[in-house]
Nanobody, 117 residues
Framework: QVQLRESVGGLVQAGGSLRLVCEAL????????MGWYRQAPGKQRDLVAV???????KYAESVEGRFTISRDGADNTIYLQMNSLKAEDTAVYYC???????????WGQGTQVTVSS
């Protein structure tokens, strides 16, 4: 069973930067996709960015050009570098792991990111 370990988010001023880290632990199936989703109060959980084992990346339009997702394949660790943060980026960020063969999804516990304007 895969477990996810997320880094702690934080409070940052608008225009600032923050990096989130998510590590997949255990027996890691492949191929897979890992990524970040976020949920603001009263809103649905939305995709932020994902990265596949082959290296393909996908971003939400709202973060394109500001956020960068990367992956350390050997450690099954992903990084989300968030730059030029805006107040509207405030949300709980969740790491997700998905086994592409079985379509099993595993979620992290979530971490709060707050951007003050």
């Amino acid at each position: 069973q895969v477990q996810l370990r997320e880094s702690v988010g934080g409070l940052v001023q608008a225009g600032g930067s923050l990096r989130l880290v998510c590590e997949a632990l255990g027996s890691i199936p492949s191929p897979n996709v890992m990524g970040w989703y976020r949920q603001a109060p009263g809103k649905q959980r939305d995709l932020v960015a994902v990265i596949f084992t082959g290296g393909v990346k996908k971003y939400a339009e709202s973060v394109e050009g500001r956020f960068t997702i990367s992956r350390d394949g050997a450690d099954n660790t992903i990084y989300l570098q968030m730059n030029s943060l805006k107040a509207e980026d405030t949300a709980v960020y969740y790491c997700e792991f998905r086994d592409l063969r079985t379509r099993t999804e595993i979620w992290g516990q979530g971490t709060q990111v707050t951007v003050s304007s």
